[in-house]
């Protein structure tokens, strides 16, 4: 079944290239909505319930955090996914802490924009390396272990270590030589002990932590 996708962004341009775009891979993607603002965006995903919102944070009347933040509290189930030309630290980190399932920036690739949506349905984080690099620099100089990074044991945190690179649960399955089912589980393990809701936040906790040492772990 292919992903219900609402496009928020306020350059009319980008958003009718975006969408004709997505009509050339409609095995993976359909367009149910667009928005041209931030408040739109709110109102849409309310009443289309799509699996993923792509947000701009640039916006008029609300910014994409801002629209983020209300999507999340009115339609929590909805993914979002920031597409923006902003390379601002505080955006990464503010998306980050809101929960959105992705941050990419405008001048990704088609087919690598196209394989990080599909992946979002797994359970993946949509986070280029580039991103993912700069989270770690991000929090490189304020890692502080918690009683969350305490509490994991040695196999959820292994799991923890291979999310950080990318690698989806299958993958992650073929890795550890264990079943996709009991990687779910320590997945579920790790979002109920570090009270986190998504990928995104547990590769952005692993660095943050001190889990990950250094930049070869990267995605």
């Not at 739109?40 to 919102?53: C, M």
């Not at 291979?162 to 992650?172: E, F, H, K, P, Y």
């Not at 906790?205 to 250094?214: D, L, Q, R, T, V």
């Amino acid at each position: 079944m292919a992903i219900r996708l609402l496009i928020a962004d306020d350059h009319k341009l980008f958003r009718q290239g975006l969408i004709s775009l997505m009509k050339t891979r409609e095995d993976i993607v359909q367009v149910v909505g667009e928005a041209k603002t931030g408040s739109e965006a709110v109102l849409l995903a309310e009443k289309l319930k799509p699996d993923i919102v792509l947000l701009d944070i640039y916006m008029p009347d609300k910014n994409g955090l801002q629209a983020a933040r209300d999507i999340k509290a009115h339609s929590p189930e909805v993914n979002i996914v920031m597409l923006t030309s902003s390379e601002d630290d505080d955006h990464l980190t503010e998306a980050v802490d809101i929960g959105v399932s992705g941050y990419l920036l405008k001048n990704l690739d088609a087919e690598e924009l196209f394989d990080l949506l599909d992946g979002i349905r797994q359970g993946e984080a949509a986070i280029t390396r580039s991103m993912a690099s700069r989270l770690f620099k991000i929090f490189a100089h304020s890692q502080e272990r918690d009683q969350g990074c305490e509490d994991l044991t040695d196999r959820e945190i292994d799991v923890l270590r291979l999310v950080t690179r990318g690698l989806s649960n299958s993958d992650i399955a073929d890795e550890l030589c264990v079943s996709i089912n009991t990687v779910k589980t320590h997945m579920k393990n790790i979002f109920n002990k570090l009270g986190l809701e998504n990928r995104t936040q547990v590769v952005a906790y692993a660095f943050k932590s001190g889990i990950i040492s250094g930049e070869k772990n990267l995605l």
